[in-house]
C-alpha cells in the first residue's frame, strides 16, 4: 500500500485499531506510513511505531517526548534510536524507561556509569548485566 493509499483509508476509517498496530509494528512498513502512525490517537499504534526499528530517527526523537512513559520506554529499548535521545532519556522520571535504556546495546559508557547507580535497583542490575563494555569499563 502507499502511502497515498494509506492516507485515503486512513480518512475513510476503514482501518482498524487492530490493523494500525500490525502495520506499525511491521519491519517492512516504510517511513511514510510509520510518520503518519506516530500520530495516532490509539497509544497502543504509536507503541508499535515506537518500537520499529524502521521508524525514522526523526520520528523517535518527537515520540521520545510523549507523555505516555509507555511509548517513552519503547523508544528507550528501540536500537535505532539517536544516542542524543538515549542520552535524555536516561534521565527520565520512569524507571522502566531508564531500565530500558541500560538494555540498549547503543547506550554509550558513560550512561551506563551513570545508570549503574540509579536509585531505582532494577535499572541498575540491567546495566550491571547489560553489556560487556560496561563491565570491561568498571575494570
Known sequence: MTVKEFRIQLALGSL????????????????GILTILSKDKDWWVKW?????????????????????????????????????????????????VRYNIARNPNTPKEVLIILSSDKNQSAEYSTASSTDTFKETLT
Open 48 to 96: 508499535r511505531v515506537a518500537g520499529n526499528i524502521s521508524t525514522p530517527k526523526e520520528v523517535l526523537t518527537v515520540l521520545s517526548k510523549d507523555k505516555n512513559w509507555g511509548i517513552r520506554e519503547e523508544v528507550a529499548g528501540n536500537i535505532s534510536t539517536p544516542v542524543k535521545v538515549l542520552n535524555k532519556l536516561s534521565r527520565d522520571k520512569d524507571w522502566t
Open 16 to 31: 482498524s485499531n487492530d490493523v494500525k498496530e500490525e502495520v506499525a509494528g511491521n519491519l517492512n512498513t516504510c517511513k
